[in-house]
């Protein structure tokens, strides 16, 4: 008798599980039934302006859709009309063809593929509000748990709208195995996967625009492997606090330019990995964060390759880091051809920070190879720094020297406070073109007496090519 009223208890407590999961969804989420596809006729998404000009603009996409909305007419797929799959299909088989989110309406969707190829000039229009299932006990066991909606294999495809994409990012924070969420403020172990938002995997001359991205679970929106991508009028929002919450991140993808948006959240705005080149930022406002970084490189002694990044009239404010490069100690590869310019800091910790020691353990050792960082420049970056930490740090390799920094019209004052650490630098060489505020008397001139011309410092991708 004892054990019949155990199991009844267990079942009711599965069944109010479920419930819990399920009946909120049915009362405010919508939900469509599938039909037979059909296309409706209407015009296309309204047209973003071009992105800002600048001297010397990266080979980026230009928006597909440069025409007025009234100059052209492709097929609108409702996802009230469609399953979402079905109407992604049908769209994908149509030129020009999109993929209609409708406002005043809530979609929950669990971990989706949209694979291509599609015809050209796919949109998918989000003007009402897209979110997964709410945290890690309403999602489903048989999806992964390390992405939520991934667009596979595309060319010439648009992510616009006026809605919002909500990923329920606070039950994955609050897991026990994310940073200091634990007992007592621990750390258990994992495993601890937690899914990235939006991710464009394979895929080329892309467009993301006007969109809304808040708490995702973990990185609101990556891009792997990809090739012409245009970020542009991006708003992505989600708490200082919540744990490895990175804005935008790039791997292994160029051609890349990031305008007009503003990001806050609990990682880094917009990190660059390996194999990235012709990246170029602009007038992106960001914080609270950890800044934009540059790696983390070279981790497990990989290679790992980076040129051509550009970040100029930008505001980082209340943020960890300010504009970084971070590299692991055994790794190979270069990072070249760095500008960081016209930047406004707001009481940010480590502003200006090369770390050739990323670490995530308490003891790394050093090792005798690291990611050769040179031909680095910083100029007209100004305004304040929380003085806990210096606000120029260069901490370059022992036996790879970070060579051609160049520092211009740098002027940092304290935000609160007197500065206690003066610019710190570890084999850096360089020039200061004028007087620095705080100086930088640490920086080496010339060139060290040896610099390798080894094969594992250098990288195909310098000429374009990867």
Known sequence: MELGRG??????????????????????YHYHKKHKPKGSHGKSPVHVPAPPK???PPSIPSDPYPNDPGDTTGSIFDVTSYAFMEAWKAACAVESATVLVPSDKVFMITSTIFPGPCKHGLVLQV?????????????PKADSRQQWLVFYRLNDMKLTGNGIIE????????LPCKPHRGPNGSTLPGPCDSPTMIRFFMSSNLVVSG??????????????????????????????????TDGIHIGNTKSVAIYNSMISNGDDCISIGPGCSDVHIEGVTCGPSHGI?????GVHNSQACVSNITVRNAVIRESDNGVRIKTWQGGTGSVSGISFENIQMENVRNCINID?????????????SAVYVRDVQYRNIKGSYDVRNTPIHFACSDTVACTNITMADVELMPHEGELIEEPFCWNAYGIEETLSIPPIGCLLKGMPHAITESSQYSCSNENGRF
Not at 167 to 174: A, C, H, P, S, V
Not at 357 to 366: E, I, P, R, S, T
């Open 7 to 28: 199991l009844l208890f267990i079942w009711i407590l599965a069944i109010l599980s479920f419930h819990q999961c399920s009946s909120n969804a049915n009362a405010r």
């Open 293 to 297: 970084s540059i790696g983390s490189l």
């Open 356 to 368: 050739q020691y990323y670490c995530l353990q308490k003891a790394c050792l050093n090792q005798t």
């Open 54 to 56: 600048n001297p010397d």
């Open 167 to 174: 990923g329920n990012g606070q039950k994955w924070w609050d």
């Open 127 to 139: 003007d009402g509000v897209l979110m997964p299932p709410d945290g890690p006990n309403c999602w």
């Open 211 to 244: 969109i809304k991205i808040q708490n995702s679970p973990q990185f609101h929106m990556k891009f792997d492997g990809c090739e012409g991508v245009l970020i542009e009028k991006l708003l992505i929002s989600t708490p200082k606090l919540s744990p490895n």
